[in-house]
């Protein structure tokens, strides 16, 4: 099983930048990596995606403003974001893909917070 740790959360203000780190403690190289995002009183929804074999899919919330990008050899996954607006405001969460479907694992990391002020 794989394990997430996320960071790279913090306040920033609408235009802004941040950019998101996922560790992993486990090899991701055959996994599809996924973030999501929770924002009070919402459901989880999947912001970005990336293969195994580096395809990217993003919600159309953020498609141009956010990019996914994975480093095999540091078991790590990013989430670049730019022009940030107040509704990306929420808890980003990392997560590991099941084997052969497009599914995350049952378990979540505790997320990184990211607040954008307006």
């Known amino acids: 099983q794989v394990q997430v740790a996320e960071s790279g959360g913090g306040l920033v203000q609408a235009g802004g930048s941040l950019r998101l780190s996922c560790k992993a403690s486990?090899?991701?190289?055959?996994?599809?990596m996924y973030w999501y995002r929770q924002a009070p009183g919402k459901q989880r929804e999947r912001v970005a995606s990336i293969s195994s074999g580096g395809s990217q899919n993003y919600a159309d919330s953020v498609k141009g403003r956010f990019t996914i990008s994975r480093d095999n050899a540091k078991n790590t996954v990013y989430l670049q974001m730019s022009s940030l607006k107040p509704e990306d405001t929420a808890v980003y969460y990392c997560n590991a893909g099941r084997i052969g479907r497009d599914l995350p694992l049952d378990s979540w990391g505790q997320g990184t917070q990211v607040t954008v002020s307006s």
């Open positions: 486990g090899i991701i190289s055959i996994r599809a």
